[in-house]
Nanobody, 119 residues
Framework: VQLQASGGGLVQAGGSLRLSCAAS????????MGWYRQAPGKERESVAF???????NYRDSVKGRFTISRNNAKNMVYLQMNNMGPDDTAVYYC??????????????WGRGTQVTVSS
C-alpha cells in the first residue's frame, strides 16, 4: 500500500486547510485510514481516522474543527481543518492499517506534509 498526501501549507490562525491522501497498491486489505501529526519536539499523535464502514474518531483537541472523510471510489481520504490554531502546526502524515491473518496489524505511512499556522 502506498499513500500520497498533499494539501499542506501556511495558513493564518482561524483559517482552513484541506489535506488529501491517495491510496494505491493493495488497498483491499486496508481497514482504516487517517491522519497523524508530529510537532517539533513532540511525539507523533493520531488526529483522526475513518474505518471502511465510515466510523470516525478524532482526538479531543480537533473535535468540532476537523472533519475526516473518504471517497472509496477514488481511494482518497481527506482532512478538512477549520478554525486552525498555532497548536495545529505540525507535519501531517497519512496513515492506513490492515489487519492481516497471520501477520496482525500492519501500518502504512505516507510522506509527511507540513502544516504551519501563523498567529
Amino acid at each position: 500500500v502506498q499513500l500520497q498526501a498533499s494539501g499542506g501549507g501556511l495558513v493564518q490562525a482561524g483559517g482552513s486547510l484541506r489535506l488529501s491522501c491517495a491510496a494505491s497498491g493493495s488497498i483491499e486489505r486496508i481497514n482504516a485510514m487517517g491522519w497523524y501529526r508530529q510537532a517539533p519536539g513532540k511525539e507523533r499523535e493520531s488526529v483522526a481516522f475513518i474505518t471502511n464502514g465510515g466510523n470516525t474518531n478524532y482526538r479531543d483537541s480537533v473535535k468540532g474543527r476537523f472533519t475526516i472523510s473518504r471517497n472509496n471510489a477514488k481511494n482518497m481520504v481527506y482532512l478538512q481543518m477549520n478554525n486552525m490554531g498555532p497548536d495545529d502546526t505540525a507535519v501531517y502524515y497519512c496513515h492506513a492499517f490492515a489487519l492481516v491473518i497471520g501477520l496482525g496489524k500492519i501500518d502504512y505511512w505516507g510522506r509527511g506534509t507540513q502544516v504551519t499556522v501563523s498567529s
